[in-house]
């Protein structure tokens, strides 16, 4: 039974003139807060499970927000114009982007009978590849959105094929065709061609005006095959995400598969063998709302008072303390591609810094921390993302919620040092040797590379080759993708290319390159054997630890000089000059040379007593000599963040 709902009734317009009543639940959340839904009357064949794949920007977020809407699970006026009811964080709303998926639970009637629909949002961008393969572990059905005035970009095409590979069933949907500029025709005709979409079964929908958006509904109840599981069965719950909350700890997300879930009941982890007594079960509603249990096929939260987020390990499968039951298959862990060292700019700030953090990257399963101090930054910590974007992200998010000032240190990514009996990863360069011979005993230094696919106009093909090459790409192929010339006539590009190439500029060279109009989709293609050394920079002969690279040969000379000379701009002119190099081993590749800060000490001299002055300047002379025997460059924290800063 169904507990404090209402409902309403919508009189809606369909594309193509038709109208339907749709008999729409309109909760009294709107009002009040439900105090408990029943779950049970929802058996498997009432409930649908979906996510919504697309390439960045292709209107997920706002279609998410058209469904529930369109099932009163939030009223209308509650969104602001831009604002998407699933995209929580700060950073996700200045951004428009969405970087944490979120899950929300709707209940819809069709043909008189109520259904649960859940809908697991994925986020858009390639670094968050991870969360979309995570949220569609959760799902039987999946709806392809794709922009209709954009067609097919390399994200589209690889959401499709993690959709694939999982056996989801794929609703094609196009989406913005109020766009003066949407082509719906030539873009389903793109989606046959790439995807083999029969055209008949493409639903084409405004997800801003909501045009289209109820045959959706319709669409995800008729083609999405609901879930199977038993009640009768043994427990058996897939954990997909988790949350933190301050006073409950670690909420799990899970969806059930098999068996019933309930307050109370005494539940162990298949990963960790932990045991934990339930406090409370329910649906996000899209905010959480406590059930009396959830049932097979159900998605829902858990809290049981897991302390740490590491015991919510993403993948696992909860059963019933007593009742053994074989864990459903996880998948790949999230895997970080790239480290960075993040320090306080005031030194004294590590102990808060680091406390925050932590907290952070308790709602950030796929990052990875771990200490670090360098003598020039102090302690700080070294942390893994999935790719820049989610550093910058995490970044952000540390700066607007915890007032955080910080200082990232330039990127990397994991290198492997090969032994003659051991590989050994390395994603700090200070751990780099600094010479590759037969000192250091390293047979050989590979680098991570990723197989990497553009879909651009022919137009710009060319520049997308130079732009390939330029960044060390090798096995380079191309294709059309569809009929053409110019810019209507599309190119998808492969080729492999190391990961290091493409966590610095070559994203935004690729965006400015080809005025916008190329989309970019990378996947891990393992470890491959590389001409790597170590770049330090030398302020007055002495190395500074948390300025190392980790250089291709082929990029020495510019890296280098590039950096001194962006170095000579931020630090403060000292009393004597300064030689700002850049070193790889015992070879300088670049110098600049810092100016010094010549104090007038002949200005109380007055008259023309010319050789007293000479003298007095002798004097300075000697005394910034000795001083340059002796003294080191202080690199203040705010040069570090201003050459931080430079590089973006
Ligand atoms: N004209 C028009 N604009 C739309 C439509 N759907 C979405 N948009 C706009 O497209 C932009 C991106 O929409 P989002 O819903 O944030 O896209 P997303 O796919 O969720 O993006 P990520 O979360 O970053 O992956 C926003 O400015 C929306 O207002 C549509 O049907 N028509």
């Not at 873009?187 to 045959?215: H, L, N, R, W, Y």
């Not at 696919?453 to 093909?461: A, G, K, L």
């Not at 010549?598 to 008259?607: K, N, P, S």
Request: aromatic share 6%; glycine share 6%; hydrophobic share 40%.
């Amino acid at each position: 039974m169904l507990l404090l709902w209402s409902r309403a009734y919508f009189r809606i317009r369909c594309p193509g003139g038709r109208s339907a009543t749709l008999k729409c639940f309109s909760t009294s959340s709107q009002r009040r807060a439900p105090k408990s839904i029943a779950m049970e009357d929802f058996t498997c064949d009432l409930i649908r499970n979906f996510s919504i794949i697309a390439h960045i920007d292709h209107g997920k977020s706002t279609l998410a927000d058209r469904l529930l809407e369109l099932t009163g699970t939030i009223k209308k006026k509650e969104i602001g114009k831009n604002e998407q009811v699933l995209d929580k964080l700060k950073v996700e709303r200045e951004r428009g982007i969405t970087v944490k998926a979120q899950t929300a639970s709707m209940i819809h009637t069709f043909g008189g009978k109520p259904h649960v629909l859940n809908l697991i949002d994925t986020p858009g961008h390639v670094d968050f590849a991870w969360e979309v393969s995570r949220s569609l572990a959760a799902c039987q059905g999946a709806l392809l959105l794709v922009d209709a005035s954009q067609g097919v970009q390399a994200q589209t095409i690889s959401v499709f094929h993690i959709a694939q590979e999982r056996g989801l069933k794929i609703i094609p949907v196009l989406n913005k065709i109020d766009l003066p500029a949407a082509q719906p025709e030539r873009i389903a005709a793109q989606m046959q061609s790439t995807f083999g979409t029969d055209p008949d079964d493409i639903i084409c929908i405004s997800a801003k005006t909501g045009k289209g958006v109820e045959e959706v509904l319709q669409a995800i109840i008729d083609r999405i095959p609901p879930p199977n599981g038993m009640t009768t069965a043994p427990l058996k719950a897939f954990l997909f995400d988790s949350l933190y909350d301050r006073y409950r700890g670690v909420i799990s997300l899970v969806a059930v598969q098999d068996g019933i879930l309930k307050k109370g009941d005494r539940i162990a982890s298949c990963h960790t063998n932990k045991k934990y007594e339930v406090q409370e079960v329910g649906i996000m509603h899209p905010e959480e709302i406590p059930t009396n249990g959830l049932y097979p096929g159900q998605v829902g939260y858990v809290a049981c008072n897991m302390k740490e987020s590491s015991e919510a390990h993403i993948g696992d499968t909860l059963h019933r303390v007593g009742a053994a039951v074989d864990p459903m298959p996880g998948f790949k862990p999230a895997q970080a591609m790239v480290y960075a060292g993040i320090f306080p700019v005031d030194t004294s700030d590590f102990p808060k810094l680091e406390e925050s953090i932590k907290r952070l990257a308790l709602t950030d399963r796929s990052v990875t921390v771990q200490r670090e101090s360098s003598t020039a930054l102090g302690q700080g910590c070294r942390l893994g993302f999935l790719g820049t974007l989610h550093m910058d992200v995490f970044r952000q998010r540390l700066e607007d919620e915890h007032d955080a000032n910080i200082i990232v240190t330039a990127p990397t990514v994991p290198y492997k040092l090969v032994y003659k009996n051991k590989d050994v990863y390395i994603s700090n360069p200070t751990e780099f040797p600094d010479a590759i011979d037969v000192s250091s005993k390293v047979l050989e230094v590979q680098e991570p590379v990723v197989k990497a696919s553009i879909i651009v106009p022919e137009d710009y093909f060319g520049d997308m080759m130079d732009l390939c090459f330029t960044h060390r790409a090798e096995d380079l192929e191309h294709r059309y993708l569809d009929a053409g010339t110019g810019t209507s006539a599309r190119i998808m590009l492969n080729c492999v290319i190391p990961l290091s190439e493409i966590v610095t500029d070559f994203f935004d060279q690729l965006k400015s390159r080809s005025s916008g109009f190329a989309s970019f989709d990378y996947e891990e293609a393992g470890y491959k054997a590389s001409d790597l050394s170590k770049m330090v920079f030398l302020l007055n002969g002495k190395p500074v630890d948390a300025l190392a690279l980790i250089v291709h040969r082929s990029h020495e000379d510019s890296i280098g000089k590039e950096w001194v000379k962006k170095l000579v701009k931020v630090i403060p002119r000292q009393m004597f000059e300064v030689p700002i190099q850049a070193a790889v081993g015992k070879k300088i590749i670049a110098r600049e040379t810092l100016k010094a800060y010549r104090a007038d000490v002949t200005a109380g001299l007055y008259g023309g007593h010319v050789e007293r002055k000479m003298k007095v300047l002798e004097r300075q002379k000697e005394g910034k000599a000795r001083m340059k025997r002796m003294g080191s460059v202080n690199l203040p924290q705010e040069a570090f963040f201003d050459l931080m800063s430079s590089k973006k």
